[in-house]
């Protein structure tokens, strides 16, 4: 079993639709990041996490410590949000990332 | 720009060569990091530096890879005799690592095809 596991792997939405993306880890952790990969490879970080909950702009991040869970919402979904999310943790007194395999998000218009 | 950048974006090799791939942090960022992403994936963690030193290693980095970072500022990933199985993306990752919550800023990563 992965330490990090994302669900789904796939998502096909139309555009305006609420969105959520779902994370569960397996250890202890001191940060969870949302990462979201272009096409062509580039990663930038969404949120950075350890507890609660955080917003930016459509984008709203949650995590639950004590389930060892953690979502990843998008209001109002538009087309240009396709791409590939993943979550990373970074488990305690670790320096290195541990990624999931990530969810390909397809919003059509 | 000041973000992290990476050299090349693109590799196509054959079977038996070496490769060299460079990363150029962000200047003030003391961690560096290098990840190995296939198809489909999600990243892999191959290494990291703080400064001039590598402090850990993943058991995916055989012998045939080595990373450097001889001044605390770039750093190299070399492989050598190159095998197919190594066709990767390869991602430089940086942060300023003052320990406790901090962020790691990705580059655009160097695509390798070994044919």
């Known amino acids: 079993k992965n330490e990090v596991e994302q669900s789904p792997q796939n998502l096909t939405a139309q555009e305006g639709e609420f969105i959520t993306i779902n994370c569960s880890y397996s250890?202890?952790?001191?940060?969870l990041h949302w990462l979201q990969q272009h096409p062509g490879g580039g990663i930038v970080s969404l949120f950075m996490l350890s507890s609660g909950k955080k917003k930016h702009g459509r984008l709203i991040a949650t995590i639950n410590i004590q389930e060892k869970h953690s979502s990843l919402h998008i209001t109002a979904s538009h087309p240009r949000d396709s791409a590939v999310y993943i979550c990373a943790v970074r488990s305690q007194g670790a320096q290195k990332l541990v990624f999931g395999q990530g969810t390909r998000l397809t919003i059509n218009p | 720009d000041t973000g992290v950048s990476q050299d090349p974006r693109h590799k196509i090799t054959k079977r038996g060569q070496n490769v060299t791939f460079r990363c150029d942090p962000i200047s003030e960022h003391n961690r560096l990091y290098w990840y190995r992403q296939t198809l489909g994936q999600g990243p892999e963690f191959l290494t990291y530096f703080q400064n001039e030193a590598q402090l850990e290693k993943s058991r995916l980095l055989s012998d045939r890879f080595s990373a450097e970072r001889p001044k605390g500022s770039f750093s190299t990933l070399e492989i050598q005799r190159t095998e197919q199985g190594d066709s990767a993306m390869y991602l430089c990752?940086?942060?300023?690592?003052?320990?406790?919550?901090?962020?790691?800023?990705f580059g655009p990563g160097t695509r390798l095809t070994v044919t």
């Open positions: 250890v202890g952790i001191s940060a």
């Open positions: 990752a940086s942060s300023l690592g003052a320990g406790g919550f901090y962020e790691q800023y």
